[in-house]
């Protein structure tokens, strides 16, 4: 518990935990600690009815205006609830891209009836989004995007053809905002010109979702493939030609206060490297006790961060910083965790523990990779942050 806490957040704190303990039971105990659907046995039916659940006890939306049904909560209230839903195992949350990402954009660019019909289904845990940015040539470089979408002459309707990759969660969701191309592109014209940001309905003829396994084993991520599919004329945020506004707008969200949940999850793993160095003894190692400290030093530095950045009024460059310096955390941490298994490292033992440690290191290796590469971010920062020519 935080001394500098105020009376009221602690009570929120030990009503969060006493909810967690209540709920995170019977039907749900299976998921108790998995972190999301690359991890084994993790139930991705079984995770929706626990965002149905989470719903129903007023734990989605917490940050959200009242107006939209969300309960408005301050920062260090929405902070309270991420750590305190990962330290009683809460499981990966399959509504997050949703309701952290998705739904602000919806608040923001969003027409009123588009909020009528989109905030409901996420708030309540019944519809589930992905995120249809990257393609095989457009990744950190998004402005590259070759996904394309034209108007039906007779209906109105938006019709898409292209590919999106690394799509996170495609093959469980029921809808994906999609960043396309509808103008051509004139000589001279800045590549991010004339897209647009579209909501698409993913249970369709032409799409087609094929899930991509992983070094891990899961398949979190998915190649989707759009032959002619569409959307309802109205379903775009922003004006057609503004769809890279409105991208950039939720990649603020993505990369702002939904870190700190992300960080909860990071502050539970370095728990478990500790745990087992100071099990098999590795604790002793004089190296390994600094790379220690280095990481939990580290941490607090990204959560500081993150608590700096994430007003109303934070400066969208910070968001390269973030990335960067998560990334970069995380891979080491994932190299730290084999170090600290030693010889374990390479054995299947059978210690649920240690199979922890060795996920870590797998999912860790794309860390710096996706959602836009280390050597992007740093270009962004010298561009945009320095001032430094391209």
């Known amino acids: 518990m935080n001394l500098h806490e105020t009376a009221q957040e602690q009570a929120f704190r030990a009503e969060v935990r006493a909810w967690m ?64 839903y990962v330290r009683c195992g809460g499981p990966g949350r399959i509504g997050h891209i949703g309701e952290t990402l998705l739904a602000p954009t919806v608040m923001a660019w969003g027409t009123p009836e588009q909020k009528k019909r989109f905030l409901p289904g996420v708030l309540a845990g019944t519809d589930y989004w992905a995120q249809g940015y990257s393609e095989p040539g457009a990744g950190s470089d998004l402005a590259g995007v070759r996904t394309r979408a034209r108007r039906d002459a007779a209906t109105g309707e938006w019709m898409i053809d292209g590919q999106k990759v690394w799509t996170s969660w495609a093959h469980e969701s029921n809808w994906i905002f999609v960043l396309a191309r509808c103008e051509e592109r004139q000589p001279g014209q800045p590549r991010h010109k004339g897209m647009v940001f579209l909501l698409v309905p993913l249970d369709q003829p032409g799409v087609e979702i094929r899930p991509i396994r992983q070094i891990t084993g899961g398949s979190e991520f998915n190649e989707v493939f759009f032959d002619g599919a569409r959307t309802e004329a109205s379903l775009h945020l922003g004006a057609p030609g503004e769809g890279w506004k409105v991208a950039m707008y939720l990649l603020g969200c993505e990369r702002g206060a939904s870190t700190l949940g992300q960080q909860a999850h990071f502050r539970a793993e370095l728990q478990d490297v500790i745990t087992t160095a100071k099990a098999n003894g590795a604790a002793r190692d004089p190296l390994l006790r600094q790379r220690i400290a280095q990481a939990a030093l580290g ?41 600290v298994l030693g010889p374990a490292a390479d054995m299947d033992d059978g210690d649920p523990l240690h199979d922890g440690l060795r996920h870590i290191w797998l999912s860790s290796r794309a860390d710096t990779i996706y959602a836009g590469s280390n050597e992007i971010q740093l270009n962004l920062m010298a561009e945009r942050a320095l001032g430094m020519p391209r």
């Open 299 to 339: 941490l607090d530095t990204l959560r500081s961060h993150a608590l700096r950045t994430s007003g109303e009024q934070a400066d969208p460059r910070a968001a390269s910083v973030s990335k960067y310096a998560w990334s970069n955390w995380r891979r080491d941490l994932g190299e730290l965790a084999m170090d």
């Open 21 to 84: 303990d209540e709920h995170l039971r019977g039907e749900f105990a299976p998921l108790r600690g998995a972190a999301g659907l690359s991890s084994p046995h993790y139930d991705a039916q079984l995770a929706k009815r626990w965002e149905q659940e989470l719903a129903r006890g007023g734990w989605t939306g917490l940050g959200w205006p009242t107006e939209h049904g969300g309960r408005n909560l301050p920062l260090a209230q929405q902070i309270i609830f991420h750590e305190e």
